[in-house]
């Protein structure tokens, strides 16, 4: 559509600026100034320049979180996209069970975070879970509590639970949108059902993919109450993730300058990643 | 031999998998804390209703319930409402900056609540609306907002700019335009923006718990204190974990035909 340039459109955009402004800016310029001083308590501070952030590029620590996180970002998205295109890609097109489909795949999506923890904490006990019980009952020593590995597998497996329906969603989204047309051109060329998905279904799901993958790159490396419900970062901090482990600095430890440092590099990461990919996969539609 | 025959084995290994730790925890809830502890049992074997009374009748389960749906509505009708007009104008105007503003807005979804639950409980104490449902609402508006913008401009370019020409040369001024005419229009936009706002409002904890204490205390950090304080009252929590499941589905329900729309027609 052709726009108009019309400068007083901002009128429009004021009440949303004015709230999100509000909501961001502040709590970001009190981490900002939290992190460049010094405190020794009874709320006096000094100056203390880049020292924390200079600490906290430098940690064993801050690098061990940041390499788990990306490990579970990473190890996610890889699961979850290729899956819900699959399951998207499976599922009835017409009648009465697109409904029943999409109602039952959403039903993870609205549960409370906490409660999604709570539920496969419950879930996996090796003891008197389900899924815990039943790996144990066919010979796999399993224990979340105790074993890294398991704890990890119960991570990961609670997290395609949890969001592997959005993909399916946002795929099923994009597949639907493709007129009948375009089957039956593909059909009279002979194409087989590879050449479809790759010259038809996967560049009409091009755009909804991308937002796919931005939400849950975002949402995954901010991901707090699930795993600390799940494991609380254990066994040890073999699954302390990012947010986990700067909730252990800023109010376990209270470590204001720290945790504000760690804060701010953490939000960079996200932004740098998402403006990169946003940038490369918007690209195309300019021109 | 056909695979495709059997394409619905996929969505339906799927949604067994889902459906597995919701039955689970459906099925604790009505197991006695003797039996959790004491075996492992598929079904209850003696069923009870005692983890549900409890919650009804003790005002500190009950009222978390109702703090949380007052705060999840606030939120979703102040999000909507401001993001319309907002929307509007990137989905009809070219202005300076738009573009870094639309950008700007999707990178406070980026923000992590752990980064932000600190410096939001200085502001709103500063401001005094700690421990009331407005401030979990406004709080929530901070990822809320951008999301309704996102999907309301989608289904906003999607209207032929025609119809406001249409409507201006028929002698509707500009507020009755959008309120009676587009507004209308756009309702399965604005169903499915509301159905996000409520979703991501209703399912956050960290915020909703750190700006809170007593008054406007959300269910789930109800749901929190008791896992910790009382030890293994595991049906209980299974049975408040249950009644949290219901408002989503309700509202899944409501809109089972547009949520697969809503993002698809955003732009990215």
Request: a neutral charge; aromatic letters at 16%; one cysteine or more.
């Amino acid at each position: 559509m052709n726009k108009t340039v019309n400068q007083k459109a901002w009128f429009f955009v004021l009440p949303v600026l004015i709230l999100v402004a509000f909501n961001a800016i502040v709590p970001l310029m009190t981490v900002v100034n939290y992190s460049v001083q010094e405190t020794f308590g009874d709320n006096v501070f000094f100056w203390s320049g880049l020292i924390w952030f200079e600490d906290v590029l430098t940690s064993d620590r801050f690098h061990a979180s940041l390499g788990r996180q990306l490990f579970f970002t990473f190890s996610i998205l890889a699961i979850e996209v290729p899956l819900g295109v699959a399951i998207a890609l499976a599922m009835p097109r017409k009648g009465i069970w697109v409904s029943v489909c999409l109602v039952l795949m959403a039903m993870p999506l609205l549960i409370p975070w906490n409660v999604v923890g709570s539920m496969w904490n419950i879930f996996a006990l090796p003891d008197i879970g389900l899924l815990g019980k039943t790996l144990n009952t066919i010979g796999f020593d399993y224990n979340y509590t105790r074993q890294p590995g398991d704890a990890w597998f119960t991570l990961i497996l609670m997290d395609v639970w949890h969001w592997t329906s959005l993909v399916v969603l946002l795929a099923y989204a994009g597949l639907v949108s493709i007129p009948d047309a375009y089957y039956q051109a593909a059909k009279i060329d002979g194409a087989n059902a590879w050449a479809v998905f790759r010259f038809i279904q996967l560049p009409k799901m091009k755009r909804v993919l991308t937002i796919a993958i931005l939400l849950r790159f975002m949402d995954s490396f901010n991901i707090y109450t699930e795993p600390s419900v799940l494991t609380g970062g254990g066994p040890g901090n073999s699954t302390t993730l990012l947010s986990i482990d700067l909730v252990k600095i800023a109010l376990g430890q209270f470590d204001l300058g720290p945790a504000a440092a760690m804060s701010l590099i953490y939000f960079l990461v996200i932004l740098l990643t998402s403006w990169v990919f946003y940038t490369v996969m918007t690209r195309d539609e300019e021109h | 031999m056909d695979l495709r025959r059997y394409k619905w084995l996929i969505p339906t290994v799927y949604i067994i998998f889902l459906m597995l730790p919701i039955y689970w925890l459906i099925s604790m809830s009505f197991k006695t804390t003797n039996e959790i502890l004491g075996s492992f049992t598929l079904f209850p074997q003696e069923f009870t209703l005692e983890n549900y009374r409890t919650i009804f009748t003790d005002p500190t389960w009950y009222s978390g319930y109702i703090n949380s749906i007052i705060y999840v509505t606030i939120n979703t009708v102040l999000s909507v409402a401001v993001a319309l007009p907002a929307a509007y104008a990137f989905s009809r105007y070219r202005f300076l900056g738009d573009k870094h503003l639309f950008f700007w807005l999707l990178t406070n979804r980026m923000a992590p609540a752990a980064v932000f639950a600190l410096p939001f409980f200085q502001l709103y104490s500063a401001i005094g609306i700690f421990d009331t449902h407005l401030a979990v609402a406004l709080a929530h508006t901070l990822f809320n907002i951008p999301l309704a913008v996102w999907i309301l401009e989608g289904f906003m370019s999607g209207v032929p700019k025609q119809l406001d020409e249409t409507a201006y040369i028929d002698g509707h001024s500009f507020p009755a335009f959008f309120i009676k005419i587009f507004i209308p229009t756009i309702s399965a936009g604005i169903g499915v923006a509301a159905f996000f706002c409520f979703m991501f409002s209703w399912v956050e904890l960290l915020l909703a718990k750190t700006l809170t204490a007593v008054a406007a205390k959300p269910i789930a950090a109800t749901m929190t204190k008791t896992a910790s304080s009382s030890g293994y009252e595991l049906g209980l929590l299974a049975a408040a974990g249950t009644l949290t499941i219901i408002p989503g589905a309700i509202v899944i329900y409501f809109v089972r035909n547009y949520i697969a729309k809503g993002f698809a027609l955003g732009r990215v």
